[in-house]
């Protein structure tokens, strides 16, 4: 699931929801990038990869109940 | 308090596209409502209304097919028109505008669609494409009800 601010972000930079599947499936996670967010008392994972077209894509996801959650996507080429 | 609810009209941009979904599945998480829907499922169902529709195909339109057949700009030009990647590169950069692709290869494009999606309706669709459809914005409407239409 897309939330609300990974949407507005994906608008901005002109990624699509395909482009966030296909890094995450041929990415890597950057343990590095990892936070730990206090308000909501949860890990967010930072996972790079990418598209089909060679774009270079960070991906900041988390996880709730059974749902993977799409935090944001930064376009790392931009 | 509910942490589920249909939103009966939601545009979804998430594709490329302005995409109207009628009847929208909403789920509350840290109190936000997000999409709460079988991204495959409407993924497909997208597809196939882009291949059925009476309005030409949009440069955004295009990516989205692609990628769905996970194709890079060279499969793509060599499958569908035996053009070279450039083509492609050019057909997409229209964005919200018509592709300009000649009417035989968006034609080849929408039935490859129309096979791997509802391959039984393949000659029908092949005769509804007989003449060219025109360039007229319209923006695909999706209803999660019509999911199981699609294979």
């Known amino acids: 699931m897309f939330m609300g601010h990974a949407q507005i972000r994906l608008q901005e930079r002109n990624v699509t929801r395909q482009e966030v599947r296909q890094a995450l499936k041929n990415g890597y996670h950057e343990k590095r990038k990892d936070e730990f967010n206090q308000e909501y008392n949860r890990w967010n994972y930072s996972v790079r990869g990418k598209t089909l077209d060679k ?24 | 308090m509910s942490t589920t609810k249909i939103q009966k009209n939601y545009t979804d941009f998430g594709l490329g596209f302005a995409v109207q979904i009628i009847n929208a599945p909403m789920k509350k998480i840290e109190g936000e409502w997000v999409l709460n829907l079988n991204f495959e499922k409407y993924e497909k ?31 793509f030009g060599k499958r569908f028109g035996d053009v070279a990647h450039s083509a492609v590169i050019k057909w ?57 239409k699609v294979a």
């Open chain 2, 92 to 148: 997409e950069k229209t964005g919200d505008d018509f592709s300009n692709m000649n009417w035989a290869t968006e034609k080849d494009i929408r039935l490859a669609i129309t096979d791997k999606l509802r391959p039984k309706i393949l000659r029908k669709v092949y005769a509804d494409l007989k003449e060219a459809v025109p360039q007229k914005h319209q923006k695909v409407k999706i209803d999660p009800k019509d999911f199981k």
């Open chain 1, 55 to 78: 774009r270079n894509l960070r991906i900041a996801l988390s996880f709730d109940h059974n749902s993977m959650l799409v935090i944001t996507v930064i376009d790392l080429d931009k």
């Open chain 2, 45 to 75: 169902a997208v597809l196939l209304a882009l291949a059925l529709r009476p309005a030409r195909l949009t440069g955004n339109e295009i990516k989205f097919i692609r990628h769905f057949f996970e194709m890079d700009l060279k499969t």
